[in-house]
């Protein structure tokens, strides 16, 4: 699972590319200006509130390609299959893909999520997915995890990749939604 981590990069260090599928090239590249990380990021349990917002310094042209996606307003359903899509590897210690992927997953109950990292890893802002080596990868991270075309989560950490008895570990946007419209302006 992806663990780079923007939390406390420096905004020059950063570029946001939209409006492509390929890692490096096509679309169009936003200079980040200023990073804002969760204020309670790993205070009462690691990797907790795992969730940084970037401000660019050009504002996105909205188009066929470049979409806005609504945040999750209800809880998510523990029979609920989501989309993780990333440019990460597709096994541990593997190359980054060059295109877009995705994979669907089927969400893990927050007991058993518990259950399987214990208690004291998973808090009530995290949510797991994926089983039968389905999962995120190393430079997932920060990615998108959807739902019937709402986001509902963004990638965070895991055992491995896809390990059996591992899910992905994800932020629950649906929890961290308040912090999100307080500190994005939307």
């Known amino acids: 699972m992806g663990r780079s ?3 406390r990069s ?16 096509g679309g169009v590249t936003h200079n980040v200006s200023k990073v804002v990380s969760h204020a309670d990021f790993s205070k009462y349990f690691d990797l907790d509130c795992d969730m940084a917002l970037l401000k660019v310094e050009n504002p996105f042209e909205i188009g066929p390609m ?3 996606i609504p945040l999750a307003k209800t809880p998510l359903k523990s029979s609920s299959i989501i989309v993780v899509s990333g440019w990460g590897t597709t096994e541990e210690a593997g190359d980054l893909a060059n295109t877009l992927l995705k994979v669907e997953i089927p969400v893990v109950p927050h007991w058993e999520c518990k259950w399987l990292y214990g208690a004291n890893k998973i808090s009530e802002n995290m949510f797991c997915g994926g089983r039968a080596g389905k999962d995120s990868c190393q430079g997932d ?14 990638v965070s950490w895991g055992e491995g990749c896809a390990r059996p008895g591992y899910p992905g570990v994800y932020a629950d946007v649906y929890k961290l939604r308040s912090w999100v419209l307080e500190n994005s302006g939307v």
């Open 5 to 7: 981590r923007i939390l």
């Open 141 to 154: 991270s920060g990615g998108p995890v959807v739902s019937n075309g709402i986001l509902i989560g963004v």
């Open 10 to 25: 420096d905004p020059d260090d950063l570029v946001v590319r939209v409006g492509t599928n390929l890692l490096n090239e």
């Open 66 to 68: 470049v979409k806005p």
